[in-house]
T-cell receptor, first 112, second 111 residues
Framework: EDKVVQSPLSLVVHEGDTVTLNCSYE??????LLWYKQEKKAPTFLFMLTSSGIEKKSGRLSSILDKKELFSILNITATQTGDSAIYLCAVFSGGSNYKLTFGKGTLLTVNP | KAGVTQTPRYLIKTRGQQVTLSCSPISGHRSVSWYQQTPGQGLQFLFE???????NKGNFPGRFSGRQFSNSRSEMNVSTLELGDSALYLCASSFSGEKLFFGSGTQLSVL
């Protein structure tokens, strides 16, 4: 069975801190790894990674995938209170098991 | 471009009843997936439809069913509701099934 594990489950930091969120996975027929941010209801797309070792960046957020060690990290630098959210990691598997498997998420709280 | 639209936003039902949730995908998207989200379990995959065909199904009982229409709109149905079905039900659409765009969900409470 496909498995995605995120750590830590929750994290409290102060504005300006840098955080690293972790995601490890075990899936068959790996195709891609995706990160989402969920503030209230609808998760919003952050990154999709398919190639190992290539960093994706968007402003203060960046992510990288290691396909050999089966993990990804999401970095957020100079955190702001608006970064407070649940960050979800998901892995897309193809073949006959065509689906996106989510981890349980990391709850990030950024205090002023 | 309009996003994924789910209706209703909130729903209160009693045990034993059935419920139908609706999802309108982003225009041009042919894949619609459904997820159940609870605080303890996170997002659990229910099923995915592509061009009116169910491509994959998660590990949920047969009380959970879905369908997709020719205009890509999708519905999911839960029959004989149980207390444990209380959850946020999220629908997501994509062009090919990989990069998902989510709706705001339907919050279902079963009393």
């Amino acid at each position: 069975e496909d498995k995605v594990v995120q750590s830590p489950l929750s994290l409290v930091v102060h504005e300006g801190d840098t955080v690293t969120l972790n995601c490890s996975y075990e899936v068959t027929n790996f195709r891609s790894l995706l990160w989402y941010k969920q503030e209230k209801k609808a998760p919003t797309f952050l990154f999709m990674l398919t190639s190992s070792g290539i960093e994706k960046k968007s402003g203060r957020l960046s992510s990288i995938l290691d396909k050999k060690e089966l993990f990804s990290i999401l970095n957020i630098t100079a955190t702001q209170t608006g970064d407070s959210a649940i960050y979800l990691c998901a892995v897309f598997s193809g073949g006959s098991n065509y689906k996106l498997t989510f981890g349980k998420g990391t709850l990030l709280t950024v205090n002023p | 471009k309009a996003g994924v639209t789910q209706t209703p936003r909130y729903l209160i039902k009693t045990r034993g009843q059935q419920v139908t949730l609706s999802c309108s995908p982003i225009s041009g998207h042919r894949s619609v997936s459904w997820y159940q989200q609870t605080p303890g379990q996170g997002l659990q995959f229910l099923f995915e439809y592509f061009s009116e065909t169910q491509r994959n199904k998660g590990n949920f009982p047969g009380r959970f069913s879905g369908r997709q229409f020719s205009n890509s709109r999708s519905e999911m149905n839960v029959s004989t509701l149980e207390l444990g079905d209380s959850a946020l039900y999220l629908c997501a659409s994509s062009f090919s099934g990989e990069k998902l765009f989510f709706g705001s969900g339907t919050q279902l409470s079963v009393l």
